[in-house]
């Protein structure tokens, strides 16, 4: 299994939800690009981290 953690910046805010686009590592490739979260559970928050694991 791999694992990697992946960090997204504010964007932007829509009507119920707020876009976080990717911050890739130096060097790589964005492995998502933008997610979409719902304001209720985002908040004010102006980075998230998100976790995502691959099985073999």
Do not use: C, H
């Amino acid at each position: 299994m791999t694992k990697k953690t992946i960090t997204f910046a504010f964007e932007k805010e829509t009507k119920n939800s707020v876009r976080y686009k990717e911050v890739p590592e130096p060097g790589q490739a964005p492995v998502v690009g933008s997610i979409y979260v719902q304001k209720w559970f985002a908040g004010s928050s102006k980075e998230l981290s998100v976790s995502i694991e691959k099985k073999d």
